[in-house]
């Protein structure tokens, strides 16, 4: 089978939305709030994945094309070009389904309220923002402690029952999509914040806080919890440990990974334990930081210990207008040269701009061919120099305007023009494909010409935003599929634009993860090897192979044959890296 | 014993020199500059297998802010390349003078001062390349700053003491070279020490490294760096005086030589010496105050000696115990390790007066991660030849991988 053109990366059908709130604590996940180019988005948003697959399903007018294809394993890939299934349909292999006994235990176990099988519940957890991908679950459970998490896995595992963990659903790479035959493990009723330890910096939370209430919790002591991914008024801390989430700021503060000192974690056997500790060089394997990142596949985290930071001295915004994305290219190579390390480099094309203004108001230039928002934070002595030399060196590489964010308002506004910029796609475009590939930042000019010259060959649109400082772009592949033959066009332009940035030195993900998405695009950057030892730690943790299976690495029944697929990465061609 | 020694020169010959001794059933300590070979439980192996000519920079994209070292390249020399472009890799261990190598640092987990203000090695590499017992090469990670393709197996390598594979070569995210630097010496003892370092922990004078080093019952030495914007370090070094002040304590700037001669003294301070037990430990920062009383306290009941080094707003310390036997020094360590698992924390033997390890276990009470530390050990090294008995009882001890290795030389184990 012909892996590499027709099964490798799907661009996510467009995305998550700011200010959307799962009030209800259980049930009713995040829907993806998808399609927010039509105008009933706003009453979609709150009914989750099951009003928008009624609509899918039913009135094919309102989006066509979703008629179920079969994508292995039992997920109904909607929203893909027809006739293009893959692999087997069907379930996995080797499991059973639920016994009545298993339900009434887990019943029994968590309370009636807490376990979940009518189709019409169960449907409105069918998929997290990978929206191009349905599974309906077998059963979802709403465990409210690490014991009732422990109590569901410890069944599964003696019942070899797979299953998946999910916070609000706001994963892009389909993380969180459920399995057919498995348990749906939601931490929606796991939203309390254990512990604030003001002294040591540190606080523990139960997975399903937000990633923004962290930070709120401790606003009025000064501190903050720094990854900031888009999402982060919905999205939780279980979900970002899974992920290793970033945000705009982690060029200079990191991501997850950076922030979590421990983990209290149930294995795929039931066995709980404790990752990492109250140093922050725990004795023995990085456990944690092997974790961390991990899609879901190694276990649940059920208590999470994360460092705040107290706020810098000194925040310093400006958006830079630039005639072209290669002048703001510029802009942030001079930066980097000069020493300065932003807490955030964000870029924006043309188009984006548009649509972020159209849909916030932020205060961006229209008739930008590219911006830059720079921001710099500090002490108040190191910051002030630092943010001089940025404004002097956009100026030198060609700024046309240069915007001071005056105060915390006018950066707020700046920066939720950025964060709502996948969402505001559908102001310029009806549909669109989010892509999530990092290359080292100094291609960045060719990589931007490149993708330019494709959309112009696919006679598609690209938008592109992007982190700037670390090279992880975001380029929105804009299409209509209403036109016939688009959206294969645009799915295929998506998959070229990842394997450009695999070929320049780069990855297939910066912050979405592998999920099921890029699973089959694994191999671009891993050979046989590579993949064959992360399967051994894999088995490690899950010798049963039932946390979150057919993720993360490719399987065979997904992506066909692997071995011999394994081309050389550019830069082990090149001599630069090696591996014998 | 007398160990044949491997001098692997490019990761080709790393894989067969591993693949080599897999076919021959012999086990093996994998070793780079050495500095921290005492670390853990004794290792006893057929071979060792030295990764000093692995010592290769193998590329530094200056502009992207990464590099890509052969793991043997000591840390010093990898430093001093980077510098010509006014870059660093974000590290300073302690045995960075005495030729610690980057593939050891990994290994070992290892970070110094300031690691407060740019964490750990964990934090600072990007993907590695590295061969495991069997031969089978991998890697992981990239050689871009943020990216989360696959299972970070880097991590599993950072603090496994060579006990799961061998790091061939390691990327690295860098940092521009800081404009100026200052430090301020204060002394004062160590409680004092830890409420002046709560202070600065949240300080806008964003200190990059908070140290204290002395006697644990008595007095000592703090050691607080600034560093950043040349234009920026006066502010902030008058910041953490006056912060010092609100203490009732005095905070003197050094500056250049005298900076430098600081930081050394200190960094020495923490490898110990010949006939010195050495041993870390690990908790809430604090605590500081209690670990250093327990020190105290436990080192006066076996009428040893004792200093205790420690990050003061990280909650790492390290003690070195001297004077008397092996008897005493066990004594001192299992006393001070139960005061200081009492307060939640660890402590782990370092290195050890000949005979310390009959006394006392090298890592301590086992956490309930240890399980999957065995489970990894099986799927990586299953026959138990890399760095036998590093991790002691954690791992199975070393009798047990004698054991092991005794019946797969006479064949009874099926492999």
Known sequence: ?580 | MRRDVLRPASAAEARDALAGAAASGRSVLIRGGGTKLDWGGAVEADVELDTRALDRLVAHNAADMTAVAGAGMPLARLQEQLGEAGQWLALDPPGTDEGATLGGILAAGDAGPRRMRYGSVRDLVIGSTFALADGTVGHSGGLVIKNVAGYDVTKLLCGSLGTLGLVTQVAVRLHPLPGASRTLRITTDARDAARLAAGLAVSPAEPSAVEWAGDPGGTGTMLVRVEGVREGVGARTSAVQDLARGHGLDARPLGGEEEAAAWREHAGAVGGDDGETVARAGFLPDRLPEVAGALARAAAEARTGATLTAGACLGLATCRISGRDAAAHAATLTGWRRAVEGLGGTVALRRRLAGVDQLADPWGTPPSAAALMRALKRRFDPDDRLAPGRFGSWLGGAEQAGQARVARRAGRVDR
């Open chain 1, 1 to 580: 089978m012909e892996l590499s053109k027709t099964l490798t990366h799907k661009g996510t059908k467009s995305s998550i939305v700011d200010n959307y709130k799962d009030d209800s604590g259980v049930g009713c996940p995040l829907g993806p709030a998808a399609y927010p180019s039509r105008s009933e988005n706003a009453r979609l948003r709150d009914s989750g994945c099951r009003s928008q697959r009624a609509v899918a399903g039913r009135t094919a007018a309102v989006y066509p094309g979703h008629t179920g294809i079969a994508a292995g394993v039992g997920a109904r890939r909607t929203g893909a070009p027809r006739g293009r299934g893959v692999g087997p349909v069907g379930r996995a292999g080797g499991t059973a389904m639920l016994t009545d006994a298993f339900r009434r235990e887990l019943r029994s176990a968590l309370g009636p309220g807490a376990v979940l099988d009518d189709p019409a519940q169960l449907a409105t957890y069918e998929c997290d923002g990978l929206t191009g991908y349905r599974v309906t679950p077998a059963l979802v459970v709403l465990p409210a402690s690490t014991g009732q998490v422990a109590t569901v896995v410890r069944a599964c595992a003696r019942e070899r029952v797979p299953f998946v963990a999910r916070g609000a659903g706001t994963g892009l790479s389909g993380g969180a999509l459920p399995h057919a035959d498995g348990v749906l493990i939601v931490t929606s009723r796991m939203r309390r914040i254990l512990e604030i330890d003001l002294a040591n910096r540190r606080m523990t939370l139960e997975p399903g806080v937000t990633n923004l209430d962290v930070s709120k919790a401790v606003a009025g002591d000064g501190m903050y919890y720094a990854p900031d991914p888009s999402s982060q008024v919905v999205c939780t801390i279980g979900g970002n440990v899974a992920e290793n989430s970033g945000g705009a700021h982690c060029l200079k503060y990191g991501f997850t990974t950076n922030h979590v000192l421990a983990l209290e974690v149930v294995l795929p056997d039931g066995e709980v334990v404790t990752l990492g500790g109250d140093a922050p060089d725990p004795t023995g394997y990085d456990l944690r930081g092997f974790f961390i990142g991990s899609e879901g596949t190694l276990g649940i985290a059920t208590r999470i210990t994360v460092r705040l930071l107290a706020r810098p001295e000194a925040v310093r915004t400006l958006v830079a207008d630039f005639p072209s994305p290669h002048h703001a290219g510029d802009a942030v190579s001079a930066i980097v040269a000069a020493g300065i390390v932003p807490a955030a480099i964000e870029m924006m094309d043309n188009l984006a701009i548009q649509a972020c203004e159209r849909a916030t108001g932020a205060g961006y230039s229209l008739d930008a061919g590219a911006a830059l928002v720079v921001e710099v934070d500090g002490p108040e002595a190191d910051c002030g120099p630092a943010f001089e030399q940025v404004r002097r060196l956009c100026r030198e590489t060609g700024a046309t305007r240069l915007r001071d964010a005056g105060g915390d308002g006018e950066r707020a506004r700046i920066w939720k023009g950025r964060r709502a910029a996948f969402a505001a796609m559908g102001r310029i475009s009806r549909d669109y494909f989010v892509q999530d590939g990092v290359i080292p930042r100094t291609r960045l000019g060719e990589v931007l010409e490149r993708i330019g010259r494709m959309g112009e060959d696919a006679g598609l649109r690209v938008a592109n935003v992007f982190h700037a400082g670390d090279g992880n772009l975001h380029p929105l592949v804009l299409y209509d599929e209403r036109v016939e033959g688009e959206a294969e066009r645009a799915e295929r332009l998506s998959t070229m634009i990842v394997e450009l940035c695999v070929e320049q030195g780069g990855s297939i993900t910066g912050e979405h993860g592998v999920g099921r998405d890029k699973q089959c695009s694994m191999p671009k950057m891993f050979d046989a090897d590579d993949l064959a030892v992360m399967d051994r730690a894999r088995a490690a943790w899950d010798p049963q192979g039932i946390c979150n299976p057919g993720k993360l690495l490719p399987t065979p029944r997904l992506c066909g044959e692997l071995r011999g697929r394994y081309r050389p990465h550019p830069l082990e061609a090149a001599g630069v890296i090696g591996r014998g």
